[in-house]
C-alpha cells in the first residue's frame, strides 16, 4: 500500500498539478478575454499554437530557450493586437454570435496558414533543463518541476497586475461598466485592446513553454481549448480564482481517473465535472449572477 501511494499515485498527483497550473495559465488568458470582456474567442487556441511554432523557429536564431520564450509572447502578443484592433473591435456590443463565428473562422485560417508554413509533422524542442530530480523518493524530470515554478510565479503576476495596480482597476472597471469608464474619462478601446494582447502573450508562452512536453503540431490548439473552456465555465467566467481553482481540480480528476482506467476515457472524466456544475452551480464555482 505504501509502495502504491509513494510509486504510483504522488507521481500522478504532481502531474496533475504541473498540468493543471498548464491549464490555468491558458485559462486565465481566456477568462481575462472571455470573462471580463465577454468576447468568445474560439481562436484562443491558436494563438496556443501559435507561440509554440515561433518559439520553435525562434530557437534556430537565437539559442536561449527563456529569452526565446519571452519573444515568442510576444510576437503572439503583437498579432493578437491587430486581431483585435481590425477585427473583434468591430464587432463590440453585437450579438455574441458573430464573435464566435469570427474567432472560430480565424482559427481555421491561423491553423492552415501554420500549416502551409511549417508542414504537418510533430516536432519536438529540447527543454532547458536536463536530468531528474528525487522528489518523495520518485524520480521527476527537472524540467516539468521549473514549468510549475514559472506557472505559479505567472499566476502570481497576473493576479497582481489586475488587483493590485491601477491599469488592472481601469480594465476591470472598463468590463464591468463600459459607459460610466467612458464617462470617467477612460480610453475603453486602449484598456480592451491591453486585455487581448495580455491574454494572447499569456497563451503564446504557455504554447512554447509546453513545447518540450507534449511537442509541436498544427492541431495542439484544439486540444487545450476544450479544457480551458471548462476551466473557464467551472471555475465562474471573469474568476481569476475560480480559473486556477477549476483548472488543479480538472487536472487531478483526468491525472487520477488514468490510474483506473484508459485515458481516452479519463478525458471524458473531465466532462463530468462539467456536468455537475452546471447542474449544481450554473453560474460557476465563483461565479457571480
Known amino acids: 500500500m505504501i509502495d502504491y501511494l509513494v510509486y504510483v499515485l504522488a507521481p500522478q498527483l504532481l502531474h496533475g498539478l504541473i498540468w493543471g497550473v498548464v491549464i490555468a495559465l491558458i485559462a486565465l488568458g481566456l477568462t481575462i478575454v472571455f470573462g471580463l470582456m465577454g468576447v468568445v474567442n474560439f481562436a484562443h487556441g491558436e494563438f496556443y499554437m501559435l507561440g509554440a511554432f515561433l518559439g520553435f523557429s525562434l530557437l534556430f536564431v537565437i539559442h536561449d530557450f527563456w529569452m526565446v520564450m519571452l519573444m515568442a509572447a510576444a510576437g503572439t502578443g503583437i498579432f ?60 521527476y524530470p527537472s524540467y516539468r ?80 481549448i476544450l479544457r480551458a473552456f471548462i476551466v473557464v465555465i467551472v471555475g465562474g467566467m471573469g474568476s481569476l480564482i475560480g480559473a486556477v481553482v477549476a483548472s488543479l ?25 462539467l456536468i455537475v456544475t452546471l447542474i449544481v452551480r450554473p453560474t460557476g464555482l465563483f461565479g457571480r449572477r
Request: glycine share 10%; proline share 4%; net charge positive.
Open 249 to 273: 481540480l480538472v487536472a487531478q480528476v483526468e491525472a487520477l481517473a488514468s490510474l483506473w482506467i484508459s485515458p481516452s476515457w479519463a478525458e471524458t472524466a473531465v466532462f463530468s465535472v
Open 80 to 139: 493578437g493586437m491587430f486581431v483585435e484592433k481590425f477585427l473583434l473591435r468591430r464587432l463590440y456590443g453585437r450579438d455574441p454570435i458573430f464573435q464566435l463565428l469570427m474567432t472560430f473562422g480565424l482559427g481555421i485560417f491561423m491553423r492552415e496558414v501554420v500549416r502551409a508554413i511549417w508542414g504537418g509533422l510533430t516536432r519536438r524542442v529540447d527543454p532547458p533543463v536536463s536530468g531528474a530530480v528525487e522528489v518523495m523518493g520518485v524520480m
Open 145 to 224: 518541476l521549473v514549468v510549475l515554478a514559472v506557472g505559479v510565479m505567472c499566476i502570481f503576476v497576473i493576479w497582481w497586475v489586475l488587483h493590485r495596480t491601477r491599469a488592472g482597476v481601469m480594465l476591470r472597471a472598463a468590463c464591468q461598466d463600459r459607459q460610466m469608464s467612458v464617462a470617467l474619462g477612460v480610453n475603453v478601446d486602449r484598456v480592451y485592446g491591453l486585455t487581448f494582447t495580455i491574454g494572447i502573450c499569456v497563451a503564446g508562452m504557455c504554447g512554447f513553454l509546453m513545447s518540450p512536453i507534449y511537442f509541436v503540431y498544427p492541431t495542439m490548439g484544439v486540444d487545450a
